[in-house]
DNA sequence: TTGTATGCGTTATCAA
DNA sequence: TTGATAACGCATACAA
């Protein structure tokens, strides 16, 4: 059935070509390979030269076997937000570029009572290196004891530190929200909604804590009606939007957690004719391109993900990175706030 | 240097076990597990129960080196379009849930001149059984090649057929976008805009067309100016809208060739005060987030990128999915218009 | 510092 | 229809 899959052309040079090429054993060229330490110069240039003049490339599925582990890295996530999936696989990508990783993606269901052990079958078949977990379901400590069960290397991404420093990669969501919500205050403003995130995400629990920060440093409070649920959807922005600008007293500025919810919020703005930012101003939070996409511009919580990737990387696999590459340190990267047009000091009413 | 990673608990039994535990020899348990035909019912049942009784999992590792080829399917794509990438992802990951393959992505740059030989290095080191190929790059001619000369099968996804019904998934787009402009014709609009895309792209050339058709039809022309350039980006929305909405005789109506510009383009209205879609009908194409995240929601062409993910898989791979799988036929997938708030019929001015 | 023999888990060959 | 044995390409243990 599955045939006719032969490249045409003389074959791929093996170790044992260029053992012979270079007048050593395959053990010394594998020694090369390996980047082994006991080796005269002389030796590994000859080699090296051999292996040039082949145009020799090691035969990953052999280094699998024998290693007993794929020369991969998995992404395991289940998020909604698809350009942050792609963004962090371009930072992954940048980071394992010149090495001899490639990676894997699997999305993964949540909901599912089976995700454990989908995810098992999936890491014991592919073998990968290690595994890289984007949020929420980083948020999920069966899922990393799993990866340790498996001698799977695994580093968490969260908005917040969710294990040690060699397991995650996480932002300062709630200081930069404090900071978004401090500048609200700033420009005057005193009635501040909220619309939450999906209960039981970390990411949501962050934004809300830090949202409450701020409010708490300007003796602000939230009154329950200016509270709205949300799940980072936007037909839920849609409800939150309808539910806070229908209220006698409405707020004067609204900090959404993500930025779907916002546009849902901006939208509801317009149907209703208040103006945004003259009468109402806007946050949200991810800087997706939704947030630019939309009339007035959206100001925003950046999270660096693509160099999250970068560092997700470096951090699961810095031996098998190329020896040149510098590795960053720390854990904890910084989230920026981005100021567009949807923010204005409250009008006079 | 890269130790540590050893699973505790027992090892994996290995087909040699199954042999063992099942009376036969290995190669008799391979022939199970690949399904071959020559096998008494009898020892195929025996060689079963022990593969159960084992919990015993086929080693990719081991199989990729015999078989010369690994489990996998690479998806090569250089898309700007997040949302586009991952749901295609999501439609091939769909398709091959249930077999042994897995999916490994790899971002191109179809800019750098090293594109080839970067794509032909990593089809070289991982083996996969195929390649697809999402647009732009499905467009080239070379990258096809490249996949034939090297035995890995390709299937190319594009807004036309680019290739014959084995290699190309397409979608109906230029029938499609002829229908959204006989739309706008059938409302009453007269004076039609257009935001091209980038010039050498097939889909900005299928889309081009497809508009062009239906002005012709109703016998209207496309004067130079209401003909604005673009590449696919927000910005190029702006410049575009710019251009149009200044002219003295602006369009009532503009078609623009994705929903980033279209985006855009409703950006500079809302700034000018012209009113949507009262003053100005705009469509998209994509049907991206985008489209319903702004204000008003977009009208727009959505293509069947998961259907196509799943498609494009079946056709790639027919013979490694599972056997109860029920494989679709037919190349080309229809896209359909989607008619939102963007779109209302010219006011009398 | 380098080489030899052996193993990794599977499939292919060819004979029985 | 099955089985013994040799690949597959590379890494490891142990010798030299």
Redesign the interface.
Known sequence: ??A??????GK?PTINDVAALAGVSKKTVSRVINRSEFLTDKTRAAVERAIEQLGF?P????R??AF???FLIALLHDNPN??T???F??GV?DAIKDS?L??????VDRGSDKMLDDVR??L????P?GALLLPPISENDDLAALCE?????YVRIGSAPLDDAKHCISSNDREVVAEAVRRLIALGHRRIGFVRGPVGFRSAAERETGFLEALAEAGLDLPPAFNAPGNYR?TAGIEAGEALLSLATPPTAIFCSND?MA??V??VA??KGVKVPEQLSIIGFDDS??A??????LSTVRWPIHEMGVRAAQTLVP??LAPGAKVAEGAVLASTFVERQSVAPPSAN
């Open positions: 059935m599955a006719q899959n032969k490249g045409p052309g791929q490339v035969n990953p599925q052999a699998a076997l007993r582990r794929n698809a350009q999936v792609l963004n696989q371009r990508l001899d490639a990676l894997l993606v699997r999305p079958t999936f014991e078949k592919q073998r290196i069960n498996l001698g799977v290397r936007y779907e546009a849902g901006m939208s317009h149907s391109p939704t630019t996409h939309i009339w007035p511009a031996d098998f």
